[in-house]
């Protein structure tokens, strides 16, 4: 199951024309304020991406280094768990390998979709998954600093990242959600078990899913929504990737 995404931001106005840069920022912040992610389409290609993020918040590099990533697929990488290959990503949220603070915002944009089938972002609010845990599951997040891992792709880029950071993290400027499938380190029969479970299922009954076209710029509250992937077949499909701190 998947639903279309409602929060979208078109970059040119009712007449066609380019959309005053003011109102774009202003009505990009309510769109994000309320869904915690913006879809822009209309996006000409002279659009800067690069200057539209910094006015966010501070770049934070990928694992590489690059500030902006490539995520398309690489050769010899198609036998792991990792965003440079075809295959399909689990519901995640970034930056739980890092020591510091998760990255607040992720912005893709697509230089060229895939064709045919697969290849969307698919995203889903954590906020209304937290707002329903009981007080006992709530202290469980919140309390236990839980083991995180990296992932087997970007282990083989030579980076064996471990960290320790509970799910549930309050900040002044919000609740910070960590959460993998597969790189939260725990025994079978952990208590956070049943928990990571509900939460993958919620994932995929309230996901929407952002099919791309040319030039089309995703941007979501890491901090708050969960995103993964659909398989796809076209190997020529690109984005591009920047994250911002907070
Ligand atoms: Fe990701």
Not at 212 to 239: I, K, Q
């Amino acid at each position: 199951m998947s639903s279309s995404p409602i929060s979208i931001l078109s970059q040119t106005d009712f007449n066609g024309d380019p959309l005053d840069e003011e109102l774009l920022q202003r009505t990009f912040r309510q769109l994000m304020d309320e869904h915690g992610y913006v879809l822009m389409c209309n996006v000409p290609d002279s659009f800067d991406q690069v200057k539209f993020c910094r006015g966010l918040g501070g770049f934070v590099p990928n694992y590489t280094g690059a500030v902006v990533g490539d995520v398309r697929p690489e050769p010899g990488m198609d036998d792991v768990y990792h965003a440079g290959n075809t295959r399909p990503l689990t519901p995640h949220s970034e930056g739980y390998d890092f020591t510091v603070l998760p990255p607040r915002y992720i912005a893709l944009w697509c230089v060229t979709p895939a064709s045919g089938p697969g290849g969307e972002t698919t995203l889903a609010d954590t906020a209304p998954w937290v707002a329903e845990l009981d007080e006992r599951e709530r202290e469980l997040l919140e309390g236990t600093e839980f083991e995180w891992k990296t992932t087997e792709g970007v282990n083989r880029l030579g980076l064996d990242l471990h960290t320790k950071h509970p799910v549930l993290e309050q900040h002044a400027d919000g609740m910070i959600v960590r959460f993998s499938c597969n790189n939260l380190v725990r025994a079978d029969d952990d208590e956070v078990v049943p928990l990571q479970e509900r939460w993958k299922e919620n994932f995929y009954r309230d996901q929407i899913s952002i099919d791309y076209h040319p030039n089309d710029m995703l941007v979501w509250d890491n901090w708050r929504l969960l995103h993964a992937r659909n398989a796809f077949s076209d190997r020529s499909r690109h984005l591009r990737r920047i994250q911002i701190a907070n």
